[in-house]
């Protein structure tokens, strides 16, 4: 049962990046999955989820119109394009597995939920 997130780097202010999210051992169908990110000294913090069985999406305000989370559930994987990226976008960018918000209803970024993390991608935007 593995989370493996890729795509991160470095990239100008206003350039685009687009992180995928593989999942395996496990299927994500039933599943909401969402991007974490974690800058130095920071907490970390939500950025995206969505809920792979019928794609009900939910962005926090930072990037909304900016970020899109999609899924390709016969490659079960979960994608994140970046776009109009700003330097407080660098951070190490999570994805992880929430078991409980299909059940419950609940598509959003509560960590408690979130029970199988990947090992991070690190995203740099340059000023």
């Known amino acids: 049962v593995q989370l493996v997130e890729s795509g991160g780097g470095l990239v100008q202010a206003g350039g685009s990046l687009i992180l995928s999210c593989a999942a395996s051992g496990f299927t994500l169908d039933n599943y909401v999955i969402g991007w974490f990110r974690q800058a130095p000294g920071k907490e970390r913090e939500g950025v995206s989820c969505i809920k792979s069985s019928d794609g009900t999406t939910y962005y926090v305000d930072s990037v909304k119109g900016r970020f899109t989370i999609s899924r390709d559930n016969a490659k079960n994987t979960v994608y994140l394009q970046m776009n109009s990226l700003k330097p407080e976008d660098t951070a190490v960018y999570y994805c992880?597995?929430?078991?409980?918000?299909?059940?419950?209803?609940?598509?959003?970024?509560?960590?408690?939920?979130?029970?199988?993390w990947g090992q991070g991608t690190q995203v740099t935007v340059s000023s």
């Open positions: 992880a597995t929430d078991p409980w918000g299909v059940r419950i209803g609940n598509v959003d970024l509560d960590i408690a939920r979130y029970t199988n």
